[in-house]
T-cell receptor
């Protein structure tokens, strides 16, 4: 069974803290993605990576950074957490996708609350 | 740019009712289209997809047909069950490679016995 795991299901942090969200996939996928999910807004792409050490900004990268040192692991970093970053964070992975696109596989999500 | 618009929820139905969740898109060309489902407390999982015009994707009794004339990909099921209660997301594959997806806002479905 394909698997994407995220380090925490629930996380509570203080404003100004540095926060690390970890994602690991076991499918040898090249592509990995970080989204945030907010009611009424669907999923919005924060960052993605198409190879080790390679990263691209998504639609809402401000206030976030990422790291991909190994193929199976993709980390999302909140340099200085703020209350407006309270959200559900979802990680996904996929193979590169041919002409029609391949399935993205999602982790269970991390619900982050910033106080 | 590309975008996806879904009908607003929540949609509340009785068991065995017919379901339609509307989805329309704006895109250049003919992107692949997807429906993902998110059950309570879980991440998203692919429900079905269609890769070209007039294709019909189907899975678990759900169906959606890629209509290029109306730029739509409506999700349908003939008889819903309580276990179908979830949030449903329509998505399209963005141009530019990397298998990026653009998602709609999601539609919550609640099915009552």
């Amino acid at each position: 069974d394909v698997k994407v795991t995220q380090s925490s299901r629930y996380l509570v942090k203080r404003t100004g803290e540095k926060v690390f969200l970890e994602c690991v996939q076991d499918m040898d996928h090249e592509n990995m993605f970080w989204y945030r999910q907010d009611p009424g807004l669907g999923l919005r792409l924060i960052y993605f990576s198409y190879d080790v050490k390679m990263k691209e900004k998504g639609d809402i990268p401000e206030g976030y950074s990422v790291s991909r040192e190994k193929k199976e692991r993709f980390s999302l970093i909140l340099e200085s957490a703020s209350t407006n970053q309270t959200s559900m964070y979802l990680c996904a992975s996929s193979s590169p996708g041919g002409g029609h696109g391949d399935t993205q596989y999602f982790g269970p999500g991390t619900r982050l609350t910033v106080l | 740019g590309n975008s996806v618009t879904q009908m607003e929820g929540p949609v509340t139905l009785s068991e065995e009712a017919f379901l339609t969740i509307n989805c329309t898109y704006t895109a250049t060309g003919y992107p692949s289209l997807f429906w993902y489902v998110q059950y309570p407390g879980e991440g998203l999982q692919l429900l079905l997809k269609a890769t070209k015009a007039d294709d019909k994707g189907s899975n678990k009794g759900f169906e959606a047909t890629y209509r290029k004339e109306t730029t739509s990909f409506h999700l349908e099921k003939g008889s819903v069950q309580v276990s179908d209660s979830a949030v449903y997301f329509c998505a399209l594959r963005d141009a530019g490679g990397y298998n990026k997806l653009i998602f709609g806002a999601g539609t919550r479905l609640a099915v009552h016995p």
